[in-house]
């Protein structure tokens, strides 16, 4: 007996990298897996439906059921495709993992109108087509009566929740994601659909092609080392997050390796206030408080330390 028997999932990008391992989880655990890829490049060029069929194969031959879907999740027919494609498959949707992306770094004063536009598109029109589209699945079945039990997990970053430099297009994008994820549980938990974001940090094509990161991904010489940053080590918490019995709704974790961590939401922390208008003066004397706890070094450099993977 799987701890998912009988549910349905769709893991988006998963032909190669996390979701991969999060399909062959869903799977060991009895899901019906809708194994979806475009297949394009790192910066999301081409498409090739092979990624997709080897991790259905793979899944096939562990005993689990699973099927190929070459579909674009930033295209809304494509998005609209693939929901229609695991209804019709296996009859039925419980969950949707929204992780395909793709990578364009670059400085802002040097990023393309192209490298903002399509990373963009791959993250934030790639996650809002097909939970738009579920969710309209799942609310017409809640008006048909049915006691909906349905999750929905996105993938955010570090990158964008710590801003890393470099990557404007898609920490913008990520963080996007983080709120979108907060808004979905807000206006899904009506008709029985949870919704949660997750930050992962593992070795993937994605992580191993950044600049200055992959020398600290290597995985250990010695095999009974821990191997913090392997994939299949994010996937057990995405299963988690989609067990019927989960109740975590609206929320956002760090998972790498053995360690699950909550982001704090946004939260409004020093204030100066009065009963009028400020004048630039009163702001002078009394706005430096705001930040009182930030050295004055960091203050005029605008520097923040942060730690992102992609
Ligand atoms: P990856 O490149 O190995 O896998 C991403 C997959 O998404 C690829 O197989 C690609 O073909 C697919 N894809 C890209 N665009 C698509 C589209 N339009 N439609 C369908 N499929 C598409 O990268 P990964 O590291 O496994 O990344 C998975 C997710 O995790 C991404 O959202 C990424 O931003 C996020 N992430 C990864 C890390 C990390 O440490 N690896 C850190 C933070 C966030």
């Known amino acids: ?17 996390l979701g991969r391992e999060h399909a062959l989880a869903f799977a060991a655990e009895g899901a019906s897996v809708v194994v979806n890829d475009l297949g394009g490049d790192a910066v999301g060029e081409g498409s090739d439906l092979t990624p997709a069929q080897a991790t259905v194969k793979d899944i096939e031959a562990m005993g689990g059921r699973a099927v190929a879907d070459g579909e674009d999740v930033s295209d809304a027919a494509g998005a609209e495709r693939l929901i229609r494609h695991a209804i019709d498959e296996f009859g039925d949707l419980h969950t949707l993992v929204n992780n395909a992306g793709i ?18 598109r791959v993250h934030m029109r790639g996650h809002f087509m097909p939970t738009r589209a579920a969710a309209i699945y799942w609310r017409q079945q809640a008006k048909d009566g049915k006691d909906v039990n349905a999750s929905v997990v996105h993938t955010t970053s570090t990158s964008g929740l710590n801003a890393n430099s470099g990557q404007a297009n898609y920490g913008a994008a990520k963080s996007a994601i983080a709120t979108l994820s907060q808004i979905c549980s807000k206006e899904f938990g009506r008709y029985g659909v949870r919704s949660n974001a997750i930050a992962p940090a593992a070795r993937t094509r994605m992580t191993t092609s950044t600049p200055g990161l992959a020398e600290h991904l290597a995985e250990p010489e010695d095999p009974s080392v821990f191997d913090v940053w392997n994939a299949a080590n994010v996937s057990p918490f ?21 360690r699950v961590q909550r982001f704090q939401p946004w939260t409004l922390s020093e204030v100066i206030e009065k009963d009028s208008k400020w004048t630039l003066d009163e702001l002078r004397a009394q706005a430096p408080q705001l930040v009182s706890g930030t050295p004055a070094s960091e203050v005029a450099s605008g520097q923040r330390a942060t730690r992102a993977t992609t």
Do not use: H
């Open 1 to 17: 007996m799987g701890a998912l028997d009988g549910r349905v999932v769709i893991v988006t990008g998963s032909g190669r990298g």
């Open 238 to 258: 995405i299963v988690y997050l989609a067990l019927p019995e989960c109740t975590f709704t609206g929320e956002t974790f760090f998972v790498q390796g053995g």
């Open 103 to 120: 990578l364009r770094d670059r400085v802002i004063i040097n990023m393309t109108d192209d490298e903002w536009d399509s990373v963009i």
